[in-house]
């Protein structure tokens, strides 16, 4: 727990995914000082603030670089990086298709509330066509992104997709992404309450079900990924939509990272002169 309280709205799914969050870790026995949160900016990227743990906080639609820098130089952490869905699919669109087909290990949390709610309200890359905003009054005229199948297509190795009101479920995805190695991706649906008047909690409880509970479902099977990833309107699933075990994470495949990473290795010892001269550097 931080001592920090949040200032998002009262009723705001981001609450939900906090609590998964903290759940997961828990359940993994991770501890605060084994996980770096890595965000951009936008109301679910404040979530760094709030738990107590390493936390980065970048500019607009950078987590994602700044993340698997970390995990570069530190491959011992968990890094988990917190976009929005603007942030991460749009001003950071570029990184997360770079950030899948690297394939460094981390988890890819996306608070997806289908707007910009920081901001106050504009349309986002996952609002539906037609969806009315302070910027498109007459309606979005794009179609949306569907970043599932995004991931899929370029190769993505775990693909899940959560609710922020079902936060026991999420919690169970958020560890399973947790314990993938490679690039995990869990896009949350996450109610915006108001800004977003559409994809309300009331929409996702008539809608979501659970893939898991779907006995012919196959997560191993791209296939029927692919199908489950364009369903969206009376059934939208949740749960682990794709798993792909045994693809090398990248870091696996840099032989000077095989003793570690440079955060992980000791510092030489420095000679007098060197001593002087860093200090003077630094001051
Ligand atoms: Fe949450 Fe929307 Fe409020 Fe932002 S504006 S804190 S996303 S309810
Ligand atoms: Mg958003």
Same mark, same amino acid.
């Given at each position: ?124 890359? $996952? ?8 910027? $498109? ?19 993505? $190795? ?35 309450? =108001? ?14 079900? %659970? ?16 199908? %489950? *990833? ?7 699933? =949740? ?16 032989? *000077? ?7 992980? %290795? ?6 007098? *002169? ?10």
């Amino acid at each position: 727990k931080s001592e920090n309280k949040p200032t998002w709205c009262p009723g705001c799914g981001d609450f939900g995914i906090l609590n998964a969050v903290k759940q997961a870790l828990a359940d993994l026995e991770i501890w605060p000082h084994e996980v770096l949160f890595v965000s951009g900016i936008g109301c679910g990227s404040k979530l760094p603030d709030y738990i107590n743990a390493n936390g980065f906080t970048t500019v607009h639609g950078r987590a994602l670089p700044v993340a698997q820098g970390a995990k570069l130089a530190h491959p011992g952490l968990h890094v988990v990086a917190v976009t929005g869905d603007g942030d991460g699919y749009g001003i950071g669109g570029n990184h997360f298709l770079h950030a899948i087909r690297r394939n460094i290990d981390i988890t890819h949390i996306v608070e997806d509330n289908l707007v910009y709610g920081l901001t106050k309200g504009q349309y986002s890359p $996952t609002s539906a066509k037609g969806f009315v905003s302070s910027t $498109t009054p007459e309606g979005a005229i794009e179609r949306a992104v569907n970043p599932l199948a995004l991931a899929l297509a370029n190769g993505a $190795t775990f693909v899940a997709r959560g609710f922020s009101g079902d936060p026991k479920h999420l919690a169970s995805l958020f560890a399973q992404a947790l314990k993938h190695p490679g690039y995990a991706l869990v896009d949350v649906l996450q109610p915006c309450v =108001i800004y977003n008047r559409l994809n309300t909690y009331d929409f996702y409880e008539q809608r979501v079900y %659970r893939l898991e509970e779907d006995a012919n479902y196959d997560p191993h099977d791209p296939e029927q990924a692919w199908q %489950r *990833a364009h369903e969206w309107g009376e059934r939208i699933p =949740i749960g682990v939509l794709y798993q792909e075990s045994g693809v090398p994470t990248y870091e696996e495949q840099v032989p *000077a990272l095989a003793q570690g990473g440079p955060a992980q %290795r000791p510092m030489p010892p420095l000679t007098e *002169a060197e001593r002087e001269a860093l200090l003077a550097e630094l001051v």
